[in-house]
């Protein structure tokens, strides 16, 4: 059974940081690519950011590109989120997902080519 856990999230002020960690179980790290989602109330679910954990190469949301980095360790199946100069607008759930459908990331990191949703992590933003 493929199984993703989230963790990390928190509540923080507005200029914070934090380092969301999410840990895979029952699939080969290395053959996917992975990705960040985060879904706010009342709105769709939306990337956040993708790995390809075979070569490191990342894409970012133009919405928290230069304020998140995105890594993983292929030898303990765990991707990370580090996000710093947090906003109000980045309160949501986050979740990690594997995208069964390329081993590396797309130019566009499309939600439906992910599986195996872990059950999130709340991340608050006061301002």
């Known amino acids: ?4 856990v989230e963790s990390g ?3 923080v002020q507005a200029g ?3 380092r969301l960690s999410c840990v895979a179980s029952g699939l080969t790290f ?3 690519a992975i990705g960040w989602f985060r879904q706010a109330p009342g709105k ?3 990337a956040v ?3 390809s954990a075979s070569d490191g190469s990342t894409k970012y949301a133009d919405s928290v590109k230069g304020r998140t980095t995105i890594s993983s360790d292929v030898a303990k199946n765990t991707a990370y989120l580090q996000m710093n100069n947090l906003k109000p607008e980045d309160t949501a759930v986050y979740y990690c997902a594997a995208n069964t459908m390329r081993r590396r990331c797309d130019a566009t990191t499309r939600v439906y080519e992910f599986d195996y949703w872990g059950q999130g ?3 608050t933003v006061s301002s």
């Open 1 to 4: 059974e493929v199984r993703f």
């Open 9 to 11: 999230g928190a509540l």
């Open 16 to 18: 914070g940081y934090l």
């Open 30 to 32: 290395r053959d996917y």
């Open 44 to 46: 769709e679910r939306e």
């Open 49 to 51: 950011s993708c790995i």
């Open 121 to 123: 992590t709340q991340v």
